[in-house]
């Protein structure tokens, strides 16, 4: 399972793994993918045991984990099976690849989707049947003529609203049991695209998938998993329910090496197909020797047909041959250099707090990897780089890009505008033509990138050597794919902004208005008027800063305020209090519907990325102002990132002056969202940080 927001991950947090794993990827050697690739190493026994111990002990390693296992197969055996580092650090336990237990997160889905396609075999399920066939009693709206799919479900192209698990869904009630259909029930999505259209991806979809196996097969799920895969496989430590005694072989999780482990916890719904799979490395190896011999493990017990490997091993849809994006129940390989993804690699990747996991299968090559450790984080992107280059580098070679070159060529003005990622709306993208025929694409995580056209609709982004590629369909909606940030799902273009009668085309704070706008955070209708000099209230300011980051309002029926309850913000008043965004006055007020303040708005940002960057870095930045001392450091922090409007110019004496005391009026919050979509915070910070350094 990939999880945005979860029990232990705050904001500022999520922004930070974003950060590093790009800064991550950026810094990995492209030269380990040269233009003239060799033939490779052959993986034996004696190779894979030494890549393993020569990968772990390397210093780019070590940071990224604190236990692992690992299992390699080739050609129907086991060729390499290791644990590393610990278990649990404070105890000194070693990981067992055979005993160790740990999370499989989203690798779940993959034997999900296994489950579904025996009942396709048995004529149980139809793929390209209506899935309400399936799920009697569970309603949903959907807008559009095409039905949501079996098939729409395992390629994640369902249509639905995200509804990722949140951080109430992780908790440590043992003894709690929530069923997946009560689960459904109560959060069932709406068809918000049309079906087959576009890549999310999607953890409701395959919640749904493990309940239209327990339907149809008149088994609860964790039964079914247990009596037609896990036992015919022999995959006597894997399941989907964490009782007390595999809690006693759980991996601890860790978010870095030598902190403090994360408490155990456990998930609503209690059986979770999308990410609840618990398993050895050891258990893993019997699957992947399985698929890789067309379903059938070594003793003749067939769990699939070859059909159903066969289909499940192939790409069912691309917005380009480069970057294919989902088969039922694998998903496209990390982009090699300049390589894009092959078709001939699955893979399936899971993150849960305190666990990554890597499923690889290169069925022409008849080898499987498969990676998990005890620490979220992008070990197995290192790993991936350096195994692939070692053993297989012929799928890193450079693409043909010539192949493309007679492809009708997209037209660069229709592909200008801003984009929100389908999955995370708050990942924004700004694309603009150049007159020299390439996009800039910034972003508020790496920034400013050049995307040199390569054909048709494929792009090279020349800073990462990646591609990146659109589609326009023939309602004028634009999608983009680009693997840095968000390999999971397509981007949007926003809608045209129709504008408001009283935003001229040369106000100053157009471009900002027009921009939320377009990203559907304010309406988009003819004839309306914004009113850019009305102050904004404290409960609309919080509204607005939850809902642009992706953050929905609190379910705690308890408020932190005593004059919040009732008021039709007030989730998300308290959802900002939870994370230490607000805080009320002395007499445990929050004053919702009082005008906002710049300064108070500035405090509120502060509050998200003080955990993010030393006060120190700010310290020295002038400003002048009628701004109170409690929210200097919060407004010199703004002014240093550029995290505002117009309003703040520079004095006589060339200081930018930032009036904290006055009323935030509408135009002025609209500037500031706007920036805090797309403004790169982290490189300037650092350009900050290094300033001391360099004097």
């Known amino acids: 399972m990939n999880l945005s927001k979860s029990a232990t991950f705050t904001l500022p947090r999520a922004l930070r793994m974003l950060v590093l794993a790009a800064a991550f990827l950026m810094a990995v050697p492209l030269q380990a993918f040269a233009a003239e690739q060799p033939a490779g190493e052959p993986l034996t026994a004696e190779s894979a045991a030494e890549f393993l111990e020569a990968f772990f002990a390397s210093e780019q390693a070590k940071p990224f984990y604190t236990g692992a296992a690992v299992v390699i197969v080739k050609d129907g055996e086991v060729i390499a099976q290791e644990g590393f580092g610990f278990a649990d650090a404070e105890k000194k336990k070693a990981v067992d690849p055979a005993n160790t237990l740990f999370r499989m997160a989203s690798v779940s889905k993959t034997f999900t989707a296994v489950a579904v396609m025996q009942l396709v075999e048995q004529g149980k399920i139809d793929l390209d049947e209506d899935i309400r066939t399936y799920l009697p009693g569970l309603e949903f709206e959907n807008p559009f003529d095409t039905p949501v799919t079996t098939a729409h479900l395992l390629t994640h192209r369902s249509g639905f609203e995200v509804r990722d698990p949140q951080s109430e869904d992780l908790h440590g009630d043992f003894d709690l049991y929530v069923s997946i259909e009560d689960y459904a029930k109560q959060h069932m999505p709406p068809v918000v695209r049309e079906p087959g259209t576009a890549y999310m991806y999607d953890n409701f979809a395959y919640l749904l998938l493990g309940l239209i196996v327990e339907n149809v097969s008149g088994e609860p799920f964790e039964d079914y998993m247990q009596n037609h895969v896990f036992g015919p496989l022999g995959m006597d430590s894997s399941g989907f329910i964490l009782d007390r005694e595999q809690l006693e072989r759980l991996a601890t999780g860790y978010f870095a090496p030598g902190g403090e482990p994360i408490d155990p916890y456990v998930f609503r719904p209690t059986v979770m197909p999308h990410g609840g799979m ?50 039922y129940g694998f998903e496209s390989a990390p982009q090699l250099p300049l390589a894009g993804t092959s078709h001939d690699v699955l893979t399936k990747l899971g993150d849960l707090p305190g666990n990554s996991s890597m499923l690889l299968l290169l069925p022409e090559e008849e080898t499987g990897v498969f990676l998990t450790y005890n620490q979220a984080g992008a070990l197995r992107d290192l790993f991936y780089l350096q195994f692939m280059a070692a053993f297989f580098p012929s799928y ?117 208005i027009l921009g939320i706008q377009s990203l559907g955070y304010y309406p988009n209708e003819e004839g309306l008027t914004f009113e850019p000099g009305r102050p904004v209230t404290r409960a609309e300011l919080v509204w607005h800063l939850m809902a642009t980051s992706g953050l929905r309002g609190s379910t705690s ?32 007020r929050f004053d919702p519907d009082r005008p906002a303040t710049r300064q108070e708005a500035a405090v509120i940002v502060w509050n998200a990325y003080k955990r993010l960057f030393p006060e120190t870095i700010f310290a020295d930045v002038p400003v002048e102002g009628n701004t109170a001392e409690w929210a200097l450091p919060a407004v010199r922090m703004m002014v240093a990132l550029g995290l505002h409007g117009p309003e703040v110019a520079p004095s006589s004496s060339g200081v930018p002056v930032f009036d904290g005391a006055d009323l935030l009026k509408r135009q002025e919050e609209a500037a500031l969202l706007y920036r805090l979509l797309l403004t790169p915070v982290q490189q300037i910070a650092d350009g900050l940080m290094e300033q001391p350094a360099a004097a």
Do not use: C, W
Request: aromatic share 8%; glycine share 10%; net charge negative.
């Open 557 to 588: 029926d308890t408020y932190a305020f005593t004059d919040i309850a009732g008021h039709p913000l007030a989730p998300y008043i308290q959802a900002a209090a939870e994370l230490g965004l607000v805080s009320g006055g002395s007499d445990g």
């Open 396 to 512: 890193g070679a450079p693409a043909d890009l010539e192949a493309f070159g007679q492809d009708p060529a997209v037209r660069l003005e229709d592909l200008e505008g801003l984009y929100a990622d389908l999955r995370m709306p708050s990942l924004v993208y700004a694309v603009e033509a150049g007159e020299d025929g390439t996009l800039t694409l910034s972003d508020a995580l790496i920034g400013d990138r050049t995307l040199r056209h390569a054909g048709g609709n494929l792009f090279v982004d020349e800073m990462l050597q990646r591609f990146a590629a659109f589609r326009v369909d023939e309602d004028g909606t634009v999608y983009m794919k680009e693997t840095a940030l968000n390999p999971l799902g397509y981007a949007r273009k926003g809608e045209t902004p129709v504008g408001y009668k009283d935003v001229a085309a040369d106000h100053p704070y157009a471009p900002f």
């Open 278 to 327: 618990v398993a050895t490395a050891e258990d893993i190896g019997k699957f992947m020797i399985a698929f890789l011999n067309e379903g059938a493990a070594p003793d003749g017990t067939r769990v699939l047909s070859a059909e159903s490997v066969a289909a499940m091993s192939e790409y069912r849809n691309a917005i380009h041959p480069l970057l294919p994006d989902t088969t």
